[in-house]
């Protein structure tokens, strides 16, 4: 399986704006955006769904929008106002397969959770792309 390709990271000031893309091959029920700052544990940022739910964390709900071009299978997340804490390696992932329920960004011991009850986690990671915000 061909895992998923980001782009889109970069340098930017306290209050300044990125977009980050990531490819995916193949069928997903479930794509998000997680983030790892270093020395602190992998975070969920937002997901969006094949239904097109979407979820965010609370520290970015308002700031950061995600979306799918279904022109060029692209997922973006669009980041306005970054702050230095948003500074991190960014990193897509998604879920192959799935079920009737609305998909998760948590993470605990290092996973990272579609659905955790159910223990399903996102099973195709890219590589990252970091993310710099300056104050």
């Known amino acids: 399986q061909v895992p998923p390709v980001e782009s889109g990271g970069g340098s930017v000031q306290a209050g300044g704006s990125l977009r980050l893309s990531c490819t995916v091959a193949?069928?997903?029920?479930?794509m998000g955006w997680f983030r790892q700052a270093p020395g602190k544990e992998r975070e969920g940022v937002a997901m969006?769904?094949?239904?097109?739910?979407?979820r965010y964390a609370t520290s970015v709900k308002g700031r950061f929008t995600i979306s799918k071009d279904n022109a060029t299978k692209s997922l973006d997340l669009h980041m306005s106002n970054l702050q230095p804490e948003d500074s991190a390696m960014y990193y897509c992932?998604?879920?192959?397969?799935?079920?009737?329920?609305?998909?998760?960004?948590?993470?605990?011991?290092?996973?990272?959770?579609?659905?955790?009850?159910?223990?399903?986690?996102?099973?195709?990671w890219g590589q990252g792309t970091q993310v710099t915000v300056s104050s």
């Open positions: 969006l769904d094949n239904k097109g739910n979407t």
């Open positions: 193949g069928y997903t029920f479930c």
């Open positions: 992932a998604a879920l192959v397969g799935g079920g009737n329920w609305v998909c998760e960004i948590g993470c605990a011991g290092g996973h990272c959770y579609a659905n955790f009850a159910l223990g399903t986690q996102y099973n195709r």
